[in-house]
C-alpha cells in the first residue's frame, strides 16, 4: 500500500517559519515529480511547489516564491519545504503529492498519489 504522510505543521505567526515533510511509502519515488499543494477553507486547491525526479529542477507558485524552498532526500523516500517569511494568507492545509511522472507540473492531475494533509496556520 502506497501512503504519503505529511508532518511539521503547526501554528506559527507572521513572519515566522516551519519546515514540513512527506513520508512516502510502499514504493519508491525517485524517479517521479513530487509536489506541495494547499486548500484554504473555501477555496480550491492550489499548487504551491514542485520538484522533479531528479532534484535538480523546482517549480513554485507566484505566491510563494522567495519564501518556499522545495527539496527532496530519495535515498530517504521524503520530500520537504520550507516555509519562511509565513503570510496569514499562508493558512492552509498542506497536502504532499506524488507525480506520475518525472517533471514537476502545476496540475494536480498530474499527480496520483496524495497525502491527508498537514495543517498550517498563520496568525497576523
Known amino acids: 500500500q502506497v501512503t504519503l504522510v505529511e508532518s511539521g505543521g503547526g501554528l506559527v505567526q507572521a513572519g515566522g517559519s516551519l519546515r514540513l515533510s512527506c513520508a512516502t511509502s510502499g514504493r519508491t519515488f525517485g524517479r517521479n515529480a513530487m509536489g506541495w499543494f494547499r486548500q484554504a477553507p473555501g477555496k480550491e486547491r492550489e499548487f504551491v511547489a514542485a520538484?522533479?525526479?531528479?532534484?535538480?529542477?523546482?517549480y513554485y507558485a507566484d505566491s510563494v516564491k522567495g519564501r518556499f524552498t522545495i527539496s527532496r532526500d530519495s535515498a530517504n523516500n521524503t520530500v520537504s519545504l520550507q516555509l519562511n517569511s509565513l503570510k496569514p494568507e499562508d493558512t492552509a492545509v498542506y497536502y504532499c503529492?506524488?507525480?506520475?511522472?518525472?517533471?514537476?507540473?502545476?496540475?494536480?492531475?498530474?499527480?496520483?498519489?496524495w497525502g491527508q494533509g498537514t495543517q498550517v496556520t498563520v496568525s497576523s
Open positions: 520538484i522533479n525526479g531528479r532534484g535538480s529542477t523546482t
Open positions: 503529492a506524488a507525480g506520475i511522472g518525472y517533471f514537476g507540473t502545476y496540475d494536480s492531475r498530474d499527480y496520483d498519489y
